[in-house]
């Protein structure tokens, strides 16, 4: 992805981020995830139903690209069951490994593409997905899926 | 001033978070390289010219710690590993054994984590209460409010005397004739002081002081804990071992040395010891009251910069320190010093270890710069140009 049009993405996934709201029913299970050594600190608000991913919904104090990193985690996760939603999680934490991965499932997470060039920077992409992976796990857990 | 003593300075750097740590002259460095390659033996073990040479090095460095901050004698100064070290060993060893249930402890929120987290442990210990003393609108301590807290079972009051993130300066004088007409301990955690100004235990009267090395000069993992001799008498050593002891039998036969040295079991950090010496050396040469001024101008010059741009919001703007907190209006912190690292700018982003300042500053997190006095106007301009384009920022921070 070109390097202007990703940065465009982050900026407006952070200025602009979705779902971001204190605002949050009861049904939703709730995570936190934080990287113990920055600042960065997020709930994370699923909801689900059976074992589709119907909503999710964030909030807390996070950098520019956590923020942005949460926004397109949720827009390319709401709608997919768990195993689609894993599939679009392993190949994000591919691409910020610098392993091989998929990129026409990917869509804007690809802004993301070069963070592992910024090796300070690679925890903030992956914090949402480093508590949504937890998510998932203690609801498939619970709900032996 | 005085760039040239300081190889860090020679690359391309505008060095800003000296609260965090100070850069090192070549001196220290080359006074630490010399034990190393030239006299390389172990302390207190004197039966050859080279470890008696170690000895004379050691003993001269704790003499001219004890000078720097105007303590009477040699055996108040105990060498640990840092503020850190010494807060846990003047809050473990003395009043670990000193408090009891329903005792007070005053402390305020806007303490750094050492300054906090030993006591919290003591007070689940003993069942002493922590209480903190509230602070006026600038967030400063004044004798009033410290009147407010104080009831006869106050024990001990435990203060930064420069705090890490308002950076006010304590009136630590005052607190000690208040507290000692009422038979209260007062602790200084001395970290973000000692280095910026000129320090006189005997004159202030303060019973304990803890400091780093390394935010003043010297090498990291090297500290000093202060105590009245009459104190440290009565401090129990957290770590026993070698070269504290005289002898031991068994469990109820042990004896142990004098102070200092029974409180700095094992091999001590002897190259930071005498390392910490020639700090103390450089900075005796430049005179802390040049310093304390040349700094006080800096942070003027820093401020009336700063509180020209729109954007921005300084969370200390009466404080006296080289310490500068602000925020980017609607930014957050980490980016906006990723933003700065990238014209090599260094400055600290967030609760800066001291995560009670929230319940009084209501802001989490925020950027601090905080001044020596080899910082100058020009790298303070380059900051502020790079601070003024809230656009720029933006569009610069990913």
Not at chain 2, 51 to 64: F, G, I, M, Q, T
Request: hydrophobic residues 35%; proline residues 3%; contains cysteine.
């Amino acid at each position: 992805m070109d390097k202007e049009i990703s940065r465009e993405i982050i900026l407006e996934n952070f200025q602009n981020p979705l779902n971001k709201t204190n605002v949050i029913d009861e049904k939703y299970q709730k995570i936190n995830t934080r990287n113990p050594n920055c600042i960065d600190n997020i709930d994370l608000y699923i909801l689900f139903d059976n074992d589709i991913i119907k909503d999710i919904k964030f909030n807390g104090e996070a950098c520019a690209i956590s923020t942005a990193s949460t926004s397109i985690m949720l827009k390319n996760l709401i709608g997919k069951t768990i195993k689609e939603a894993k599939n679009y999680i392993n190949n994000f934490y591919h691409m910020c490994n610098k392993e091989e991965y998929d990129e026409n499932i990917l869509n804007e997470g690809l802004a993301f593409q070069d963070i592992y060039k910024q090796s300070n920077r690679i925890h903030c992409a992956l914090l949402p997905y480093k508590g949504i992976i937890e998510a998932l796990e203690e609801y498939e857990k619970k709900n032996k899926i | 001033m005085h760039r040239e003593d300081f190889p860090m300075l020679k690359g391309d750097i505008i060095y800003l978070d000296n609260g965090a740590t100070s850069l090192k002259p070549q001196c220290v460095i080359d006074k630490m390289t010399d034990y190393y390659e030239n006299y390389s033996a172990n302390a207190h073990r004197g039966d050859y010219d080279i470890s008696y040479k170690v000895d004379l090095e050691y003993e001269n460095a704790r003499d001219l710690v004890r000078e720097f901050i105007g303590a009477r004698r040699k055996e108040e100064i105990v060498f640990t590993s840092g503020s850190t070290d010494s807060m846990n060993l003047i809050v473990n060893g003395f009043f670990g054994n000193l408090l009891e249930a329903g005792d007070e402890i005053l402390l305020t929120k806007m303490e750094h984590a050492s300054n906090i987290m030993p006591w919290f442990r003591v007070a689940l210990k003993t069942g002493a209460n922590i209480k903190y003393i509230p602070l006026d609108d600038n967030n400063f301590v004044t004798i009033d409010n410290l009147k407010s807290v104080v009831t006869p079972r106050t024990k001990v009051i435990s203060l930064a005397e420069i705090t890490n993130v308002v950076g006010d300066i304590r009136p630590i004088k005052d607190i000690c004739k208040f507290a000692h007409e009422r038979d209260i301990f007062v602790v200084v955690d001395g970290a973000q002081s000692v280095p910026h100004k000129k320090i006189n235990v005997s004159d202030s009267d303060v019973d304990f002081l803890a400091f780093s090395g390394h935010k003043m000069l010297g090498p990291t993992g090297i500290g000093v804990l202060y105590a009245k001799y009459e104190l440290m008498e009565n401090i129990e050593p957290v770590n026993l071992g070698g070269g504290m002891n005289e002898s031991f039998d068994s469990p109820d036969k042990i004896v142990l040395k004098e102070i200092p040295t029974r409180l700095e079991a094992g091999t001590p950090n002897i190259a930071g010891v005498i390392g910490l010496g020639e700090a103390v050396k450089y900075l005796n040469k430049i005179g802390m009251e040049n310093i304390e001024k040349y700094e006080k101008n800096l942070r003027n010059y820093l401020i009336e910069k700063l509180v020209k741009i729109p954007h921005i919001d300084i969370l200390n703007l009466e404080s006296d320190s080289g310490i500068v907190t602000f925020n980017v209006d609607g930014l957050f912190s980490e980016d906006v010093a990723y933003y700065l690292n990238k014209y090599g700018i260094c400055v600290r982003a967030g609760s800066h270890c001291a995560k009670l300042t929230k319940d009084v500053l209501g802001v989490v997190n925020s950027l601090r710069v905080s001044l020596y006095f080899y910082n100058t106007e020009s790298e303070i301009d380059s900051l502020v140009d790079l601070l003024k384009d809230k656009d720029k920022i933006i569009k610069e921070m990913i």
